[in-house]
């Protein structure tokens, strides 16, 4: 079927047999809760459609149904995230499996529709297992994992995952979907007593009063151990997953061409397919260039990479997102993880255009810059204009 | 008419709570549970009845209480509401209960988009005129003339009408009440849990720390409320105003109190003039024109 990456993820949904959609429009998230809003009054899908107010009240609803027993989505992008930002930390510390895409935008002042990672990046702290797609097929079949990764016993946290603006969101591709049957197999009916708040007359609790200090440190001790059962979780899911589908699936990352790489990029989303590209081309100039692509920012598969590409002599991060006075997100976080030259790429932000050749310039850029300059770390903004 | 005889002796909410001595709110959520009984659901805000639960693992009622953030008490009530239905479970009362900060300020969005969705449940603001889980900050609910800590002088501005905002929605049952007269109270939940869509229905919860007045008038204070006219009790159904309780014998304003009995037993009025008291009672005297005009165009209305 020829989807756009929203739509892949709309499929994704329905699939999984999604109970309660709460949403509210954002560009460019809008055809995904579009296409849900139809599935669902064609009588394709079964669930209930909440056409909240804000993105605030998406969560909240997402939460409150979670907690009712129903399987839960919304999706939301850039400033609907940021909205929404005190219900994504609710759903996460509460522990409430509700899973949303984030079509991923830059944030205003001054306003921009473009792509960029920061307004997902923003929400890391909030107890969301998070990743980033990469093609309208990963959209799709990330959709459907999502729930199974939420909604496993080792790990009942919320997950979010990222399409970046337009090149992912709007950008039709053929996705190849599962049958009904083979998705219900593999993602079984949401069982509300396994979950850990659960809202029923029939057993009365009472979910979220005051709690003292105390207590709250171990409450937030069982997250952090969910976070590192999810590790495991996640790849045996893909692993499961590829399984039914017939086709290789990325848990944490993806490791491509790394094996007797002597520089390695790392980079995330839906331009990685360039960045692939750009490594092809680097290996038929004789360049022995490798890329690790960021499936998983949540967990943060770091320990995991250093095993892959701690001998590595060169390496560049790049980052479609900016934490001020601190740097790119992603390449600050595995900077920590890595020793040697790191150089920590800045491109793209607002949606500024990224080709094969920018990505093969920018491994030939950190090539050169490690020349006799070991354990250097560097920040490069990657065709910073003058400023008039 | 709700009796007492119809209350039942079964308690919901537990001993033991941690509301402050005569807290309208804890007396009334007691009134609350017993008529809406065991099948049902509870969404909390931020609130001082967050505080009134008590500490975890502790539980305060016999029916589930889901905290929620403070601005999300109606779309919390939304989720429940489309889970109950999709997992097919009938006959469970749906209920958001918030403050009058929860409901007047930050959380009107939501009970707005929730209002014009018309989603099935019941809405109570308990209204304590001011923040008084965080120390008695102003809401825009507090009334004209009283002393918060954020308006030291008394708040310049008149109370929000909020059952007038929620009238607007064109919902189906919109209710005022006040904890001092629990039957009334009692029998418009009573009345809410026959009909389908939101209902709303809007408590005035006096509050002894807050009102500064001592804990054993609550009762004295809100009956105060309704005998001065400050506060009118009525419903609205279908588009008709009905007067509930004393404020069916008040429309005249012979037949209402002095306002003055009812801000002399507060301290938050403590620092009125007899001039200031004076425009207090012409808002009150304004407000009941401006009832009995919709009364009479309720009441000519075609249907």
């Known amino acids: ?388 | 008419m709700f009796t007492l005889k119809d209350l039942t002796v079964e308690e919901y909410v537990l001993p033991g709570n941690a509301a402050c001595p005569g807290c309208a709110s804890a007396l009334s959520m007691r009134i609350a549970l017993k008529v809406l009984g065991p099948r049902t659901i509870v969404t909390i805000p931020a609130s001082c009845t967050s505080v009134m639960q008590g500490y975890y693992p502790k539980s305060p009622s016999r029916v589930p209480f889901l905290n929620t953030a403070f601005a999300s008490t109606a779309a919390s009530a939304s989720g429940i509401v489309a889970a109950l239905e999709i997992k097919g479970r009938h006959g469970i009362n749906v209920v958001g209960w918030a403050g009058d900060g929860g409901t007047a300020d930050i959380g009107i969005q939501g009970l707005s988009g929730a209002a014009e969705r018309n989603e099935n449940f019941i809405y109570i603001c308990y209204d304590n005129e001011a923040y008084m889980n965080t120390g008695t900050q102003r809401s825009s609910a507090t009334p004209r003339g009283a002393v918060t800590t954020t308006t030291v002088t008394g708040k310049a501005e008149r109370k929000k009408d909020v059952p007038a905002i929620m009238i607007a929605h064109n919902m189906p049952y919109v209710a005022t009440a006040c904890a001092a007269y629990p039957l009334d109270f009692a029998e418009k939940l009573r009345k809410a849990m026959t009909i389908k869509g939101l209902k709303y229905i809007h408590l005035l919860s006096p509050c002894p720390p807050g009102w500064r007045f001592p804990a054993e008038k609550t009762v004295e204070v809100g009956k105060l409320a309704v005998t001065t006219g400050a506060w009118i009790l009525y419903e609205w159904t279908d588009g008709k105003y009905t007067l509930t309780g004393p404020s069916r014998g008040l429309t005249e304003k012979s037949r209402r109190r002095p306002l003055k009995d009812y801000l002399i037993l507060q301290g938050r009025f403590g620092k009125l003039s007899e001039d200031d008291a004076k425009v207090l009672q012409e808002d009150v005297d304004l407000q009941w024109d401006k009832f009995n005009r919709r009364l009479r165009e309720s009441a000519e209305a075609p249907k």
């Open chain 1, 1 to 388: 079927m020829i989807l756009t990456g929203n739509h892949a993820v709309s499929y994704g949904v329905k699939a999984a047999r999604t109970e309660v959609v709460a949403a509210y429009p954002i560009t460019p998230q809008t055809q995904i809760i579009e296409k849900l809003a139809e599935l669902i009054a064609k009588g394709e899908m079964n669930a209930r459609y909440i056409r909240v107010e804000s993105e605030h009240s998406a969560m909240t609803a997402c939460i409150s149904a979670e907690a009712c027993g129903a399987r839960t989505f919304t999706a939301t992008s850039s400033h609907g995230l940021a909205y929404m930002s005190e219900m994504v930390f609710w759903a996460g510390l509460g522990r409430f499996p509700v899973t949303m895409a984030v079509v991923t935008r830059t944030l205003a002042p001054p306003w921009s529709i473009w792509n960029e990672h920061t307004d997902i990046l923003a929400q890391r702290d909030s107890g969301w297992v998070m990743m980033m797609c990469e093609s309208a097929q990963e959209a799709y079949d990330t959709a459907i994992q999502a729930f199974r990764i939420a909604e496993d016993e080792r790990v009942l946290q919320p997950v979010m995952y990222g399409l970046d603006a337009f090149s992912l969101s709007h950008t039709a591709e053929n996705v190849d979907l599962l049958d009904q049957e083979a998705v219900d197999g593999y993602l079984p009916r949401l069982d509300p007593s396994k979950l850990p708040v659960y809202i029923d007359p029939d057993r009365p609790i009472t979910f979220g009063n005051l709690l003292g200090p105390d207590r709250m440190m171990e409450f937030r001790h069982l997250i952090k151990e969910a976070f590192e059962r999810a590790r495991r979780v996640i790849d045996e899911t893909a692993a499961e997953y590829s399984k039914i589908a017939g086709r290789p699936q990325t848990g944490l990352f993806e490791n491509y061409r790394c094996s007797d790489a002597e520089v390695v990029v790392v980079a995330t989303g839906a331009s990685s397919g360039d960045v692939k590209e750009a490594v092809d081309s680097l290996r038929d100039k004789g360049v022995k260039a490798g890329m690790i692509r960021l499936k998983t920012i949540r967990p943060f598969p770091g320990e995991e990479i250093r095993e892959v590409i701690g001998g590595v002599k060169v390496i560049a991060t790049i980052d479609r997102d900016y934490s001020f006075g601190f740097g790119g997100i992603l390449g600050r976080e595995l900077s920590a993880y890595l020793k040697g030259n790191v150089f920590r790429y800045i491109a793209g932000l607002g949606g500024r255009d990224l080709t094969v050749e920018d990505f093969e310039d920018i491994i030939n850029d950190a090539l050169r810059r490690a020349e006799g300059r070991r354990g250097d770390v560097e920040e490069v903004w990657w065709g910073l204009k003058e400023v008039e």
